[in-house]
């Protein structure tokens, strides 16, 4: 298989192996202060309303209010925030007596699209209470609300409507979330969530130049006494007229200038191309080094998962692993020491990982995966040259030294011997220095190429992800998902919603499915267990499936009955590493269970309450309803659906009345 040409691919399904929780903890979606002005913890109310988390858009609304900041926006959310994922009976009367009484200390100021739905809203409370009433002329008012109101209405007053409206109520309900499910390009856009806010790319810098101090000494001594010695030698011959002597001497210094630029090339070329075969080997050489750190370990287990699932089609992945063994190593260590002193988490540079991997697997399609073998080559004419270079300084050298000894005798001589041993020194020092250098220029060459590729691919990233959903669509998708699941579970049974006596929900995350949250919001996860508890007059029906949350879609789905003197009790159990279950037992001895928060709730900010991010998460997984639920029915049977214990004492028409 030849691997996507585009290098930022998208890491599919549950793909981040071995991934922690994301926390988008640079997104201030959910920020508020203590001291932020009352039009901002108003704003962040109604975005934890938006999120599925009532009770704590309930307290910031509340502090809005207490600071008298009152609009019809303002009335408009705070009763959706007090009924939202709760019936009449949950109510306490002092919440009860406060609904009632809202229109009193939430009047509304002129007339405007939030005032029309302020007035609906009431009215559909009113209508509640009425059993008999004729509610059809009040349906059509709520279908005529603008779709912002008309959606936040149904979506949060649903559960606390009963009587007439309720069968009217559900299909609205149910019209809406049919037709929101797939909005907003919900499968191409729901996997950006799950994606951290990357990283900017960083390329490890080559090293600079480092030429110990006695090579620079050895290159400057050796230099001031060969070449002075050297010049001697070359006047001795002119004294002594031996043309043919000093023209070899000539060619013997021409020779060896030749020589040692080919050679330089020549050695280069062919230790680079040494050290590259030795890094890209199958097999690392035994070497004393340090062993990878765990980032170190971490970055190559996520360069072999994106190698294997972009490698070939048609050869085995453990083979293909093994090819790529060297190369994986090399990509290691450079994004280690690149991002490792900085304190980015790996999840950062994902991105990166991903495209350094499919560039891999791109050059092995098109064969340039080993081309720098090809690259370093030594040309033929530098080899020519080098060896030609060296032969004409060795016989010019030999004539010329011969014929200097002849001239001068012993003086002679001993310039020889300086000349030779000094040259022999500074040559060895000079061919360093210049290696270092030629070294240095190669490495910041392939830094710059790779630091533009990355850049760009980063850049590509930042532009894929520009559309990520805020948590408040991820939200809507999921109640979406509930209703559409609800739904199925009722023509499973061939129950209207009007035979339900009450519904709860429990959402949990599905095996080690990708997480991610938005600072101060709750986990969302790729693929959710969802539970339905459906109860009626003949006892509790249990509707479960696996919610695939990218597009919406159910899998793996059982049922279960009970009659309500099989429930025997009803808890959530927090362990140690703050993981919180959801237990339900039966009289038999089987227990439902469900892993609400699991222990990756300790991945929190530090700016961030630990309890806080297990309320949110909590609420806005519904745990709080369905205990309410659940508890009452394991708590007293059948007689919980009577309906005058399901209607309890919080009545919004009668105030003497009080909660059961």
Known sequence: MTPPQDTTNVASDDAQVGVQGIVHGDVYYYAVDPDSPPEKKFEIGVRFLEGGAAGRALRLIDEALASDYITNRVCFYWPLAMVSGRTRRELSAQEAARLRDSDRFLPLTGDDSWADGVRTIRRLLDAAEKPDADVRHLIAELDDLRPAERIMILRH???????????????????????????????????????????????????LPTVPGPTWLKAVAGTLVSVPATAHIGLLLVQGGRASALLAYLLSIVGGCFAARAGLEWRFRSGRRHALDEAYALTPRLRTDTPPDRYARRIEHRFAYYLAKYGPTGMDREVWLMWTAGVRRRMRDQVADAYRDRGTKVEAINW??????????????????????????????????????????????????????????????????????????????????????????????????????????????????????????????????????????????????????????????????????????????????????????????????????????????????????????????????????????????????????????????????LEDVSEVSLDAAGLRHTLHVLEGVAAEGKAWMTPDRRRGAASLDDPGRSSA
């Open 352 to 609: 990166l990982i991903r495209h350094r991997a499919c560039d891999v697997a791109h050059r092995w399609a098109d064969g340039t995966l080993w081309s720098y073998r090809q690259e370093l080559a030594t040309p033929s004419r530098t080899i020519v040259t080098a060896v030609f270079g060296t032969m004409a300084f060795s016989a010019g050298g030999a004539w010329a030294i011969g014929s200097a000894v002849q001239v001068s005798g012993p003086t002679g001589i001993t310039l020889v011997v300086l000349a030779i041993a000094a040259g022999w020194m500074a040559g060895r020092a000079w061919l360093r220095i210049a290696f270092e250098r030629r070294r240095y220029a190669a490495d910041w060459s392939d830094y710059e190429k790779l630091s533009a590729e990355c850049a760009a691919a980063y850049a590509r990233w930042r532009r894929r992800l520009a559309n990520k959903p805020d948590d408040g669509e991820m939200a809507a998708w999921l109640d979406c998902d509930r209703k559409v699941l609800l739904n199925e579970a009722l023509r499973h049974y061939r129950l209207k919603m009007s035979d339900v006596v009450a519904y709860a929900f429990i959402e949990a995350r599905s095996g080690s499915a990708t997480r991610a949250r938005i600072q101060g919001g709750p986990w969302r996860y790729r693929k959710y267990d969802m539970k339905i508890f459906v109860i009626t007059a003949d006892g509790v029906r249990q509707y479960n499936a696996r919610l695939h949350f990218p597009d919406g879609t159910f899998h793996d789905r059982n049922r279960l009955n009970y009659r309500f003197e099989a429930v025997t009790a009803v808890h959530v159990r927090q362990s140690d590493d703050n993981s919180h279950t959801f237990e339900l037992s039966l009289m038999d001895g089987q227990k439902i269970t469900a892993q609400m928060i699991g222990p990756e709730l300790a991945e929190h900010q530090q700016s961030e309450d």
């Open 157 to 207: 007053m649903e559960l606390f409507l009963d009587g007439s409206i309720k069968d009217q109520m559900w299909h609205l309900t149910l019209r809406d979330a049919c037709a929101r499910q797939k909005t907003g390009s919900r499968e191409d856009r729901v996997w950006k969530f799950f994606e951290p806010e990357p990283a900017a790319p960083e390329v490890r810098r080559p090293e």
